[in-house]
């Protein structure tokens, strides 16, 4: 129950596409919900985050869907640039903070 | 600002030794958490402390434990080390540890031979 499942693993985009990752929990206590981006050899950087009482939040090109009732939640990176190349993980929490982690998804955007 | 700092950056150690692992969080922030990431994998929680208190733990043996200080830097130490543990060892801090941000540093590079 306290796990998030992410898809897909991989990923390649085409510069100026659309990429779309999705994650899919069953704690139903979970109340903060991040994505994290990492690059090679760093820590994750956080990089967008929701709670369940909006359905959405845009800021710049990243976007984050929240389906409360189908417990899901997906990642939107507009414009993807060979900039955005990275591993980019879900994670959900309840209360404080033992973040919980997808399994990441490796994305590659194509020039 | 100044980020999460960790030290060292990497650390070879070989089966049955014992390791420290440092962590400074951000200036003001007074929770401090600990992860494991083994490659390929996501980051796995490990510690939380808030205030120099252990808030929670993850499902990791008693061979890991950890303090805060005073000034609410951190240590991980590992003992009796295996091959499993070579991971990269993450630390994040945040102001409240109550749902805010998590910021994580560079994490330290264990590698067990």
């Known amino acids: 129950q306290q796990q998030v499942k992410q898809s897909p693993q991989s990923l390649i985009v085409q510069k100026g596409g659309i990429s779309i990752i999705n994650c899919a929990y069953e704690?139903?206590?979970?109340?903060?919900f991040p994505w994290y981006q990492q690059f090679p050899g760093k820590g994750p950087a956080l990089l967008i985050a929701?709670?369940?009482?909006?359905s959405e939040k845009k800021e710049g090109r990243f976007t984050i869907s929240f389906n409360k009732s189908a417990k899901q939640f997906s990642l939107h990176i507009m414009d993807s640039q060979p900039g955005d190349s990275a591993t980019y993980f879900c994670?959900?929490?309840?209360?404080?903070?033992?973040?919980?982690f997808g399994t990441g998804t490796r994305l590659l955007v194509s020039p | 600002d100044a980020g999460v700092t960790q030290s060292p950056t990497h650390l070879i150690k070989t089966r049955g030794q014992h390791v420290t692992l440092r962590c400074s969080p951000i200036?003001?922030?007074?929770?401090v958490s600990w992860y494991q990431q083994v490659l390929g994998q996501g980051p796995q929680f490990i510690f939380q402390?808030?205030?120099?208190?252990?808030?929670g733990r993850g499902n990791f043996p008693d061979r890991f434990s950890a303090r805060q200080f005073p000034n609410y830097s951190s240590e991980l130490n590992v003992n009796a080390l295996l091959l499993g543990d070579s991971a990269l060892y993450l630390c994040?801090?945040?102001?409240?540890?109550?749902?805010?941000?998590?910021?994580f540093g560079p994490g330290t590079r264990l590698t067990v031979l």
């Open positions: 704690n139903t206590a979970f109340d903060y």
């Open positions: 929701i709670r369940p009482d909006v």
């Open positions: 994040a801090s945040s102001l409240t540890g109550i749902t805010d941000t998590q910021y």
């Open positions: 994670a959900a929490t309840a209360g404080f903070q033992k973040l919980v």
């Open positions: 200036s003001g922030h007074k929770s």
């Open positions: 402390y808030y205030e120099k208190e252990e808030r």
